[in-house]
């Protein structure tokens, strides 16, 4: 039998459910191979659906039908591949109960979804549809109730949401208050240990706190547990919400698909963004587990309490919530250069999906596997919506739509309709045109030029969104842009001003200027665009001297080092002794804090000058680009070497680790200087770092030089011989593999790791370490060859039936695929299909690998 082609979903589709759950009442009987699932769901009919309905619930293939009844009253039904239905006829008028005992195999799961096992220890993941894969149930996010867990296993400690209400040996039981969707529900059963805190919120509500971890990892969740309260404390002074259980629990899971998840008082977190000491995380790392614990923390308002209506609304509480962790982590850390890390990213992960074949609005209208649309654009581009918003309307127009969002939606499934009216009904404005953001997609690209004369200098703005797939015409958006003057001499003349373009094209006119200005445009990246405008070296090199916007300076600096780079690659140029000298003060002004220091030396990665040379029109030559890299950051490694040596030796620290912001940022500006002086001391420093360093940011940093440097060996093998018993760090020895060294080697490097018996690809993160890695050494992963092309996708192949979620995400290397010359395209184009044929490939990777296959060369 063959599958059908399956159907996608539609936004346009979408009804209200028939009936209302009122109460969820969950018993299990836990198992490896063979648990036992009881529900007992109350329902009634849903005055917005009148009539006489069948019950239709979902469930998935795992799912075996004990009995089934209404009311006690035995049901004769058969479950089909996506759940079952009770005729109308079947179910009384009124209320009812529906009860159901299923038999899952937990043991037998290996996508991660549903119930399944790691490490010996029972745990969920429900959302997006994973729910379905426990028991039979309306699993969709508009379908909210409160829900009792009742637990029973031989495993020590057994946890669900909300707060415990009973508990005896070999069972424990569970009750949420709060009306939710199963995609929020969680179970974990296992034997943990917990570390344990307390907060209090400003209402005086006493909140215990726990970080559930195996034992011997107790000693990594202090900065988490310090990530939590921060959090708790932020929301409260910053939103005004309050956490709203008893208890909240946090549990590290090693086998995890997704980053972490927000189940209701019972968050789930892959273990890498949990644990973390100074010996085994990095500065990177830290950062990471402060803003993912204060994103799902967050999400307990923005996701929870008030929820999505349907998937198309996933940027609803995503958009939002990323949103609002980076405001958590600009308050904690600093605010100029968390800015510029979030720019990056977007525009590494979300400009590259907007220019492709995966290119969608940030509310899509169709999908045929939501888990597919957990994207950069729905996350990213969502939150840089919503700081556009802000920006309209101001920080106390945010503040009143927000209070207004939580005060009318509490307890809803809302839409983004909804959201946008809380704005305009809290502020007046009207967001017709503003809401093209959500239902467009594409990044646009403003093109600016500027005109002087008497006194009086005039910017005019064009904007154009490209076609992307299935969208050709697009509508000119409402676009923020923040723009400031500065005189010849450095002087600003005109403050930050955010002009709101609205047409195709608009001037701005500044009057009574004494002298032309150097116009600082689209400050703070105030709206995610494309900025287009010819200007020259020498401008670009005065805004890294003199803005004032830290954003702008990093951006000039960024800008000039593009140019200069593009111009090596594709015409031959000699490295600009400009941009050296630039580079140089950017360097040795120690006004400027060092993580912005850091950030200004970082060269554009090989990716991002590909994505430069295809904007230009050019055909991106993959080992140029790594060649043209190279030279320049030996230029600067040369012409710099006394500034360099100078700041990489001043900043050796004596002090007790701290994972702070401002030992980072120290630590972040000295392994930028070692990056350069690495090309011309042979690797020397970093053998020094790597063997005196007590921390891994240090040891991490000094190993990836060491690689480029060609002199790996016994430095790899002696940190592998120091780590092998701790998986997070054993990670980074697979990625600092694939990433550092001469790229001709990576297909190579791969092929043999993957042979590696701490190899174990069933693991995300450990899958991801090996081939992620691959996929982000540009150069090694388009090698001419084709090597690892075929190497990526044999082991795509391999996964689908494993795992379709993780394999689906990762052929997201592919998406670029026709920005390349006509024989890469052919070679990728060759492992797509072959991909696309495999026997019995899943709907996520299928989804996927179509899309790319629809896009056009260039
Ligand atoms: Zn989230």
């Known amino acids: ?235 409260e002074d910053v939103y005004g919400r309050e956490y709203d259980l008893d208890v909240f629990n946090i549990v590290a899971v090693d086998d995890f698909n997704m980053g972490a998840m927000e189940n209701k008082g019972l968050n789930i977190f892959n273990s890498k963004l949990v644990l973390a000491s100074p010996e085994t995380a990095t500065d990177g790392d830290f950062e990471r587990i402060e803003s993912v614990i204060a994103h799902e923390y967050f999400h307990n308002w923005t996701g929870n309490r008030i929820t999505c209506r349907d998937w198309f609304q996933l940027c609803l509480k995503e958009g939002l919530t990323v949103f609002r962790d980076q405001s958590f982590t600009s308050d904690m850390r600093s605010a100029p250069v968390k800015r510029i890390d979030d720019v990056l990213t977007l525009r590494a992960r979300q400009f590259r999906e907007d220019m492709g074949p995966l290119a969608h609005p940030v509310r899509p209208e169709s999908y045929i596997e939501i888990n597919n649309f957990y994207t950069a654009t729905v996350y990213e581009k969502g939150a840089e919506v919503i700081g556009m918003l802000k920006r309209l309307v101001g920080d106390e127009g945010y503040r009143k739509a927000l209070d207004l969002y939580f005060d009318r939606h509490d307890g809803d499934a809302a839409t983004i309709e909804d959201w946008l009216k809380v704005f305009e009904d809290a502020t007046g404005r009207d967001l017709a045109q503003f809401k093209r953001w959500y239902t467009d997609a ?146 040795r002004d120690e006004s400027l804090d060092p993580a912005f220091r850091a950030l200004c030396l970082r060269l554009p990665g090989e990716e991002d000058l590909a994505q430069a040379l295809a904007d230009a029109g050019r055909v991106p030559d993959p080992a140029a680009i790594h060649a043209g890299r190279e030279a320049l950051a030996r230029a600067i490694g040369t012409g710099l070497s006394g500034d360099l040596s100078a700041t990489y030796a001043a900043l050796e620290s004596r002090a007790p680790f701290s994972p702070d912001a401002a030992q980072a940022g120290g630590r972040a500006l000295r392994l930028a200087c070692l990056a350069f002086l690495n090309r011309v001391d042979g690797g020397d420093r970093a053998k020094a770092l790597f063997d005196s360093a007590n921390n891994m940011t240090e040891s991490a940093g000094a190993l990836g030089a060491l690689i480029d440097a060609e002199r790996g060996g016994a430095a790899v093998a002696a940190f592998h011989a120091r780590w092998k018993d701790v998986r997070l760090v054993i990670d980074k020895w697979f990625t600092l593999q694939l ?48 090597d690892a092309y075929r190497f990526y996708a044999d082991w795509l192949i391999r996964l689908d039936p494993v795992n379709p979620q993780t394999t689906a995400r990762m052929t997201t290397a592919f998406e670029t695929w026709t920005r390349y010359d006509a024989d890469r395209q052919a070679l990728i184009r060759d492992e797509l299909q072959r991909i696309a044929a495999a026997q019995g490939l899943s709907r996520n990777t299928g989804e996927m690998v179509g899309r790319m296959l629809a896009a056009k060369p260039a």
């Open 739 to 786: 990433v550092h060294g001469n790229p001709a080697g990576a297909a190579a490097t791969a092929r043999r790791l993957a042979d590696h018996p701490d190899f174990d690809w069933k693991n995300p993160n450990r899958f991801r370490a090996l081939m992620g890695a691959l996929a982000a050494n540009h150069a090694g992963f388009h090698d001419a060859s084709g």
């Open 442 to 587: 594409g990044t646009p690209r403003v093109h600016v030029s500027e005109a002087w004369s008497d006194g009086t200098y005039t910017l005019t703005f064009h904007q154009k969104t490209p076609p992307t797939p299935g969208q050709d015409k697009k509508p000119p958006r409402v676009i923020p842009i923040a723009v400031g003057l500065l005189n010849p001499n450095g002087d600003e003349v005109v403050p930050t001003t955010v002009l709101e373009l609205t047409e195709p094209s608009q001037s701005f006119r500044f009057d009574g200027l004494a002298s032309r200005p150097v116009p600082s445009i689209l400050r703070g990246f105030s709206a995610p665009v494309v900025l287009e405008r010819a200007t020259d070296q020498a401008e670009r090199a005065f805004l890294l001297a003199h803005d004032t916007d830290p954003f702008n300076k990093w951006e000039a600096g960024r800008a000039l080092s593009k140019d200069v780079l593009t111009g090596m690659i594709a015409e031959g140029r000699e490295p600009s002794r400009r941009l050296i000298e630039a580079l140089g003060a950017v360097l």
């Open 1 to 235: 039998m063959k599958d059908a082609t399956p159907q996608p979903v539609l936004l346009a589709d979408y009804q209200p459910y028939p009936f209302v759950v009122n109460e969820v009442a969950l018993a299990f009987r836990l198992s490896p191979s063979a648990t036992r699932v009881l529900s007992r769901i109350l329902l009634a009919p849903n005055p917005e659906r009148p009539g006489r309905h069948d019950l239709r619930l979902d469930g998935g293939g795992g799912l075996k039908l004990i009995r089934a009844a209404v009311n006690g009253r035995m049901l004769d039904v058969t479950p089909d591949a996506e759940g079952v239905t009770v005729a109308a006829a079947d179910l009384p008028e009124g209320d009812f109960a529906f009860e159901a005992e299923v038999e899952i195999n937990p043991a037998a799961n290996t996508t991660l979804e549903g119930l399944y096992m790691s490490g010996g220890m029972y745990c969920t993941q429900c959302e997006a549809q994973g729910f379905r894969h426990i028991t039979f149930y309306p699993d969709r996010p508009d379908v909210m109730a409160p829900f009792r867990v009742h637990v029973e296993s031989d495993m020590p400690v057994l946890l669900s949401n909300g707060n415990p209400s009973g508990s005896g040996k070999g069972w424990a039981e569970w009750t949420d208050p709060w009306k939710k969707p199963a995609y929020l529900f969680a179970l974990v059963a296992g034997d943990l240990v917990a570390v344990r805190d307390r907060f209090t919120t400003k209402s005086g509500r006493a909140v215990d706190l726990a970080i559930w971890v195996r034992k011997g990892d107790e000693d990594r969740c202090a900065y988490a547990m310090d990530s939590l309260k921060r959090s708790m404390k932020w929301d």
